[in-house]
């Protein structure tokens, strides 16, 4: 069984997250995706707005009705920071039958020689990138042992990010289409992102 890990702060997941999960199932031929939020992301500044609890729930009802996408809490169980070398040698030792790849974008590929024990990490797993329109990857100028171990996918342009839906529940404007309807529910119930 090959299966993708989508982790992210999911602050909210959004539509164009599920679209990308998608593109990477299909493209990287995938059995499934997990949606593995982040406890405490390591490269974000800033403390996630949502509480570990609500991103979890969200995430839950974003992959209601996808019986391709899976929930996976094991980072905010784990608590603390969520450094990806610790959740690959947990998957790796609650889950040896299964092979795991990476999902990110294409952006964050350049960036993997500096991700926290990288040669540790590409000896255990591959990635999919997902490469949006216009954005140029020259995959030679990663080191071969990590090159080796990615695969770009296309992906198309979503201009969609959690930072926007978060500034348009403060304004209390709607944010339908932008996330799946259960996500937006729960944030109206919640009061979420709106102060």
């Known amino acids: 069984m090959l299966v ?8 909210p997941i959004h539509t164009g997250h599920l679209i990308a999960a998608e593109r990477a ?7 499934e995706v ?8 390591p490269h974000k500044p ?23 996408f899976r929930p996976i809490d094991i980072e905010i169980n784990k608590g603390g920071v969520s450094y990806s070398i610790d959740t690959i040698e947990l998957l790796k030792s609650q889950y040896p039958d299964i092979a795991f790849t ?14 926290h024990r990288i040669d540790d990490i590409v000896r255990h797993i591959h990635f999919i990138g997902l490469a949006r329109p216009g954005y140029e990857l020259d995959l030679k100028q990663l080191p071969e042992h990590i ?6 996918v296309p992906m198309p342009l979503v201009e ?4 926007a839906i978060r ?17 937006g529910q729960f944030m109206e119930v919640n009061g979420l992102y709106e102060t």
């Open 34 to 41: 997990w949606l593995m939020p982040a406890n405490v992301p």
């Open 4 to 11: 993708g890990i989508m982790g992210g702060t999911f602050d």
């Open 46 to 68: 800033n403390a996630p707005k949502g509480t570990s609890q609500q991103r979890w729930e969200m995430v839950c009802l974003a992959a209601e009705g996808n019986p391709f």
């Open 167 to 183: 500034a348009l529940r403060q304004k209390r404007d709607p944010v339908r289409y932008l996330v799946p309807d259960k996500v």
């Open 102 to 115: 990476y999902i990110i974008g294409a952006d964050m590929v350049q960036y993997l020689p500096q991700w």
């Open 147 to 152: 090159r080796n171990r990615v695969k770009l």
């Open 25 to 31: 199932r299909v493209e990287g031929c995938l059995d």
């Open 160 to 163: 969609i990010s959690s930072t």
